[in-house]
């Protein structure tokens, strides 16, 4: 932990809901500042379908995402990001060259299924 974060308590950590979703579709954000996709992922029917944009060009291909699970954050606000309304935030690893490794279940796993 860096020395300028103060540490979560156990109900805050509670409160972020992540969960578990399958990309649908996956399209150049022509817009952004930084190069990026516009993602629409299925999160099983209690949460239904959200978009998000994830600067995740360096790794990953459009034709390799659909279909690619993945785990986001579903419970923020949505955030307007240009011209795009961004509804959930997808989580990956952010290497030393900013670049993002998504993070993904280690198996195939059910839409919707909550991290904890």
């Known amino acids: 932990m860096s020395s300028n974060q103060q540490p979560l308590n156990w109900s805050e950590f509670e409160r972020v809901e992540m969960r578990v979703g399958t990309i649908i579709s996956a399209h150049v954000f022509e817009e952004a500042r930084n190069p990026a996709y516009k993602l629409s992922i299925d999160f099983g029917p ?3 379908i959200r978009k998000s944009s ?3 060009t360096h790794h990953y291909r459009l034709e390799d995402l659909m279909g690619k699970q993945v ?3 579903v419970n923020f606000p949505p955030k307007q990001i240009g011209p795009f309304m961004s509804e959930c935030l997808v989580l ?3 290497n030393a060259d900013k670049s993002v490794i998504l993070l993904q279940p280690e198996r195939k796993t059910e839409n ?3 991290i904890g």
């Open 71 to 73: 785990i986001a954050v």
């Open 112 to 114: 919707g299924t909550q």
């Open 46 to 48: 209690e949460i239904g």
């Open 54 to 56: 994830a600067q995740i």
């Open 92 to 94: 990956g690893a952010v």
